[in-house]
């Protein structure tokens, strides 16, 4: 009996510091997971978009208004039926850059709304991510074309410039979550909702 004893207390014994060094190891790995954000610098320019052909009409006559959230800003003009959004960038890390602000969508009579703050725009995934109420990111457009990219560098900055950018919603599920979150069924996966323009600069 004690030899099995003490062969019991000897496993135990094993497995509490195989434990230990697990539980170390991971404990190292989320110390270390910010160094994937090591790439995240610095930038500047600004994320512009415009509703495409109909898309104001449809949205005012379902009582949808689209409005800014500081420092962004939304320009509505009123003989065209277009609104403009304009996104300050302010972090790049890779090809997805980073907006300060974001824009609201609220439906007039019930005051339920869609908010997309610090919204992302990601020109290799073609999407753009948004920072929701929650806390949580999602995907919320996509990116379903980009005319043209041009590139101008100097000794000590890069810009990148990203014109005719498609926006759609990105699927019939977030569309969905729209209408339900905004009491309406005028959002659609389906239709282009505008056409915009990405300005971005970073130091060398």
Known sequence: ?????????????WRGAALVACVGITAAA???APAASADEVPANGTFTFSTGPGILPAWDSAGIS???????SVITN??????????????????ANAAAGGFRLINNETGE???CSTPTIDTRARVIDCVLPSGYNAAVFEITDIAERTKVNTDE?????FQGMQMRII???????????????????SVVIGDGSLIVTRDR
Do not use: C, Q, W, Y
Not at 66 to 72: E, F, N
Not at 157 to 161: E, G, L
């Open 1 to 13: 009996m004690r030899r099995s004893s003490s062969r019991v207390r000897d496993a135990i014994h």
């Open 30 to 32: 989320i110390t270390a």
């Open 66 to 72: 689209l409005v800014g959230v500081s420092p962004g």
């Open 78 to 95: 009123t003989g065209t039926n277009i609104a403009r959004v304009t996104l300050p960038i302010v972090v790049k890390s890779g090809t």
């Open 113 to 115: 709304g869609f908010r």
């Open 157 to 161: 900055t890069k810009t990148t410039i």
């Open 171 to 189: 699927n019939r599920e977030m569309a969905k979550r729209l209408n339900d979150e905004l009491d309406t069924s005028v959002f659609s996966a």
